[in-house]
C-alpha cells in the first residue's frame, strides 16, 4: 500500500524520475548491444547468460516505469487545472523549501503544505486503486525501485 508520504515522493520528483527510468533503460540497452559486439563479458556473482541478465533489468526498470506512467496519467487526466500551477511551483522550488514555493504562488507556506497533502493523499488513493499487490509495490513500498522515499520539502 502506498502512503501520501511515498506519493509524495513520487509526485515531487517525477519529471526527474521519469528522465532517470529512460536513461537506464536506453544503458541497459546499449550495453547489451555493446556486450554483444565485443563477444560478451564475463561476470562473477550473477546471471552467466547476459541476454537473461538484460531481461531482468528491463523487466524491473519496466515495473517502476509503470508506477511513474501512473502518476503521469494522474497528472494528465485527475489533477485539478487550479493545482497544476502550485505542482510546477513544486517542480521548481520545493527541494529549497516551503518558504520559496509561498513566494512563488503568493500565498501562505502553511496554505502550501495543506494544498501538498492533499494532492498526495488523492495521489495515493489513486495509485492504490490502480496497482496490484505485489506487482509493482513490494511491502515497505517502491521495493524494486531502489528509491529512497522520503518526505519533501525539506
Not at 18 to 47: C, M, P, T, W
Not at 66 to 92: A, T, Y
Not at 138 to 149: D, L, R
Request: with cysteine; proline share 5%; hydrophobic share 40%.
Amino acid at each position: 500500500m502506498l502512503t501520501p508520504k511515498q506519493a509524495g515522493y513520487l509526485l515531487s520528483r517525477y519529471p526527474l524520475l521519469f528522465e532517470q527510468l529512460e536513461n537506464r533503460r536506453e544503458d541497459i540497452l546499449e550495453g547489451y548491444r555493446q556486450g554483444a559486439v565485443a563477444g560478451g563479458r564475463k561476470s562473477v556473482g550473477s546471471y552467466s547468460d547476459p541476454t537473461a541478465k538484460k531481461v531482468m533489468l528491463l523487466m524491473d526498470n519496466n515495473n517502476i516505469f509503470e508506477l511513474i506512467s501512473m502518476v503521469g496519467d494522474w497528472i494528465d487526466n485527475e489533477l485539478p487545472p487550479e493545482s497544476r500551477p502550485f505542482l510546477f511551483s513544486m517542480w521548481r522550488y520545493g527541494r529549497f523549501g516551503w518558504e520559496l514555493v509561498s513566494k512563488d504562488l503568493g500565498q501562505g507556506e502553511w496554505l502550501c503544505k495543506l494544498q501538498w497533502i492533499t494532492l498526495t493523499t488523492q495521489l495515493a488513493d489513486y495509485l492504490n486503486k490502480r496497482v496490484s499487490a505485489g506487482r509493482v509495490l513490494g511491502s515497505h513500498g517502491i521495493a524494486s525501485a531502489n528509491f529512497h522515499i522520503e518526505n519533501t520539502p525539506a
